[in-house]
T-cell receptor, first 117, second 111 residues
Framework: DAGVIQSPRHEVTEMGQEVTLRCKPISGHNSLFWYRQTMMRGLELLIYFNNNVPIDDSGMPEDRFSAKMPNASFSTLKIQPSEPRDSAVYFC???????????????FGPGTRLTVT | GQQLNQSPQSMFIQEGEDVSMNCTSSSIFNTWLWYKQDPGEGPVLLIALYKAGELTSNGRLTAQFGITRKDSFLNISASIPSDVGIYFCAGLKNTGNQFYFGTGTSLTVIP
């Protein structure tokens, strides 16, 4: 079975540019999560969706960050404009919300390593 | 912010030795997950725990959900070089859908 797919795997951009990260969750999963990982702060939840609807975006750093989930198989995380402090690894994860207690098990993608210069 | 304290922060062990690590919190959690992350990859789910006192194994890995519901433990028996990586715990509270992640335990296995 295909796992969570993220693209690109690496992104290097200049400060001020727009960055779009993409995620395809596992088929049949109806919850999707965006995380950011840095050495200083570890894994931080940015936003999560249930059935394509954003539920909690309190972890989104500021208005420069936005996320969308237009359908069950695709989500984007956009940073506009990007800043050097946004450099981090961004992970997407999905979980099967309607499978009893297993509904909370999150499966992570390989991540996108973002470097903003 | 982080609500889970994971220890030890790092471990250096000889191949064949057993490993123990734990995750503690001042809050009660209803679900505990343990993940392993290899360099350049995303965390991979190892074990999920749903009930206080529950003991679950996955090969050489055994994890326990603490009785107080404020902690969890992961043991690895007879370590091998491919066990190298960073191990994270994650806890889910009664309300909401947000997991809180520990700071990670970095494991190095010396052949």
């Amino acid at each position: 079975d295909a796992g969570v797919i993220q693209s690109p795997r690496h992104e290097v951009t200049e400060m001020g540019q727009e960055v779009t990260l993409r995620c395809k969750p596992i088929s049949g999963h109806n919850s999707l999560f965006w995380y950011r990982q840095t050495m200083m702060r570890g894994l931080e939840l940015l936003i999560y969706f249930n059935n394509n609807v954003p539920i909690d975006d309190s972890g989104m750093p500021e208005d420069r960050f936005s996320a969308k989930m237009p359908n069950a198989s695709f989500s984007t995380l956009k940073i506009q404009p990007s800043e050097p402090r946004d450099s981090a690894v961004y992970f997407c994860a999905s979980s099967p919300r309607d499978r009893g207690r297993h509904s909370y098990e999150q499966y992570f993608g390989p991540g996108t390593r973002l470097t903003v210069t | 912010g982080q609500q889970l304290n994971q220890s030890p922060q790092s471990m250096f062990i000889q191949e064949g030795e057993d490993v123990s690590m734990n995750c503690t919190s001042s809050s009660i959690f209803n679900t505990w997950l343990w993940y392993k992350q290899d360099p350049g990859e995303g965390p991979v789910l190892l074990i999920a725990l749903y009930k206080a006192g529950e003991l679950t194994s996955n090969g050489r890995l055994t994890a326990q959900f603490g009785i107080t519901r404020k902690d969890s433990f992961l043991n690895i028996s007879a370590s091998i070089p491919s066990d190298v990586g960073i191990y994270f715990c994650a806890g889910l509270k009664n309300t909401g859908n947000q997991f809180y992640f520990g700071t990670g335990t970095s494991l190095t296995v010396i052949p």
